[in-house]
């Protein structure tokens, strides 16, 4: 491949990254607007779901948000029933955040159940090989996104 043809191709996966990436965040915003929580709610609802149990340290290491912010998360998220606080057996100073999966399942299930189905057809598409390339490439961007969010939330902390 020439460098022209090279060049041609690297802008337009450029171009389809960064649509894929703009109609991500509007699709998560219009997601979040139905279920009546904040876009950024509903991302870091999707993070703490991730995990039996938090504290709220944890969720401000995994998000990056101040302590404040992650207690006006907590509260608000807390009071759509979708995690709970719960003292910890050994130290009653520390809260444990549990996430309520079924009252989040209950709420996010019906919005995601056919985008779900239509990613498994698309994927259905692809060879055992390509879907093993695309892998590759989310695993390897998520990790320069993470190395550069850490990088700037260091920097924002200087």
């Known amino acids: 491949m020439n ?33 009546g929580l904040t ?38 998220l807390e009071k ?13 100073r520390k809260v444990i955040i549990k996430p309520q999966v079924e009252n989040s399942m209950k709420l996010l299930a019906p919005i995601f159940n056919e985008l779900q189905q239509k990613t498994l057809e698309l994927i259905a598409t692809f060879s055992e090989k390509e879907i093993q390339t695309i892998e590759r490439y989310f695993k390897e961007a998520t990790s320069i996104m993470r190395e550069t ?6 920097k924002s902390n200087d």
């Open 3 to 35: 460098d022209k043809d090279h060049n041609f191709l690297i802008e337009n996966f450029r171009l389809a990254s960064r649509q894929y990436s703009d109609a991500s965040i509007f699709m998560h915003e219009a997601i979040a607007r139905k279920a």
């Open 39 to 76: 876009g950024s709610d509903h991302k870091y609802l999707g993070l703490i779901l991730q995990h039996e149990e938090l504290t709220a340290g944890d969720i401000a290491k995994l998000t990056g948000l101040t302590t404040g912010a992650v207690t006006g998360l907590i509260d608000r």
């Open 80 to 92: 759509k029933k979708l995690l709970k606080r719960q003292f910890s057996k050994d130290d009653r």
């Open 149 to 154: 969010t850490n990088a700037l939330n260091n």
